[in-house]
């Protein structure tokens, strides 16, 4: 910040895992809270910026919105003894089954079910107050579940994309969670530097938020079996393991992001699986030459 007068400041940083956050709640909120603040106080040393954009994450959302006969709900969290019981969707308030709804940033109150997910939202209240504060504009973009080459291939908490091509190039059966039908919106990082992009360059007036992920809501089983498929791998095995502090469905409404910065995904499963496994093969195969550790 000595050296520098930035103009415009995306901040990506955070540590990242729902599960982990759970036993490591310190470390998450020094990192993505203390460290947030941080990087404020530096720009208001500076003399502030002229825009900032911030990373934020679906997670904020929860278990998000769910419709019923009775009509729409915000579900809440699912508990231990729910999971442990095998009842793995949010149950509405009058005991009928229900369906998730995709997120929208200005209409789907954030309500997180990790000390992870919290730790976003709070990322996002210190912005919106310090940029209102000083007059800085804000933008908030909630990613969906980003993968693409880079991500570690064996760490189902940072990339379950890149994991799933992992095990299935080793030839082993994929492990689906719950009972494979956990839903996710999976954002090839390309498209996501898009959005980015497209925030830089149009700034708002004020403040705005929007949801940056394909808008198309993909059950894990699906995609362990197309992975696999593409591989020669054994077929996945939906095993009903679970990790508390996973969400059963998160997908989101793009048309914000679409009407206000122009976003259009050009890398949906079909073109950016290829790319994706390609880059684990590679890694992989280095890591076996070097005696690198798996992880």
């Known amino acids: 910040m000595k050296l520098a007068q930035p103009d415009v400041v995306v901040h990506l940083a955070a540590e990242t895992g729902t599960g982990q956050s759970l036993t490591e709640a310190a470390r998450h909120a020094n990192v993505n809270v203390n460290g947030t603040a941080q990087l404020l106080d530096g720009l208001a040393r500076r003399g502030r910026a ?38 793995w969707d949010p149950v509405a308030p009058d005991g009928s089954a229900a369906t998730c709804l995709p997120s929208r940033a200005d209409t789907t109150e954030p309500r997180p079910a ?89 700034p708002p007036q004020r403040e705005r938020s929007a949801d940056i992920g394909s808008g198309v809501a993909t059950r894990l089983v699906d995609l362990a079996g197309e992975i696999a498929a593409r591989c020669g791998a054994p077929e996945p095995q939906v095993s009903g393991r679970f990790r508390p502090g996973d969400v059963r469905a998160a997908c989101c409404d793009i048309s914000v992001a679409r009407e206000e910065l122009g976003y259009r995904p050009t890398w949906p499963l079909s073109r950016s699986l290829g790319p994706l496994l390609e880059w684990v093969e590679e890694e992989l195969s280095m890591r076996a030459r070097t005696g690198a550790p798996a992880g």
Not at 52 to 71: D, I
């Open 50 to 87: 002229a825009h900032l954009v911030l990373a934020s994450s679906r997670a904020v959302y929860g278990e998000g919105a769910w419709t019923c006969g009775a009509g729409r709900f915000l579900a809440p969290p699912r508990t231990r003894a729910q999971l442990e019981q095998g009842r």
């Open 114 to 202: 990790s000390v992870y997910a919290a730790t976003k939202l709070a990322q996002e209240h210190l912005a919106r107050a310090w940029g209102a504060g000083h007059g800085v504009p804000l933008t908030i973009l909630r990613l969906q579940n980003v993968f693409g080459p880079g991500q570690s291939p064996s760490n189902s908490y940072t990339g379950i994309v890149a994991l799933f091509a992992s095990t299935a190039l080793r030839m082993e059966p994929i492990d689906v969670y719950e009972d494979g039908n956990i839903v996710r919106d999976f954002v090839y990082v390309d498209d996501v530097v898009q959005a980015l992009v497209a925030a830089v360059a149009r």
